[in-house]
Nanobody
Framework: QVRLVESGGGLVQAGGSLRLSCAAS????????MGWYRQAPGKQRDLVAR???????NYADSVKGRFTISRDNAKNTVYLQMNSLKPEDTAVYYCNADFWPTTYWGQGTQVTVSA
């Protein structure tokens, strides 16, 4: 069973930056589609950013130009660099590893952006 462990969340003022990390317990980040999702209270879980095994990425429109997903294959870790944070970015952020039909989720890390 693969474990994904997120870290790096916290409280930041609007306009600030955070970098989230997702460490995988096995060497999967280069083979799986790795994604970051977020869920705000009372809302559904939505895709934020995704990196395919070939390195292609895509982003939600709301974060384009502000967030960057990357990976370090040697460390089995995926990152989400978040800049110019806004209060509406406040949510629990989840790491996802997907290789159909298998998918894994992390436990989530809270990001709170104050106005």
């Amino acid at each position: 069973q693969v474990r994904l462990v997120e870290s790096g969340g916290g409280l930041v003022q609007a306009g600030g930056s955070l970098r989230l990390s997702c460490a995988a317990s096995e060497n999967i980040v280069r083979r799986y589609t790795m994604g970051w999702y977020r869920q705000a209270p009372g809302k559904q879980r939505d895709l934020v950013a995704r990196m395919y095994s070939d390195g292609r990425t895509n982003y939600a429109d709301s974060v384009k130009g502000r967030f960057t997903i990357s990976r370090d294959n040697a460390k089995n870790t995926v990152y989400l660099q978040m800049n110019s944070l806004k209060p509406e970015d406040t949510a629990v952020y989840y790491c996802n590893a997907d290789f159909w039909p298998t998918t894994y989720w992390g436990q989530g890390t809270q990001v709170t952006v104050s106005a």
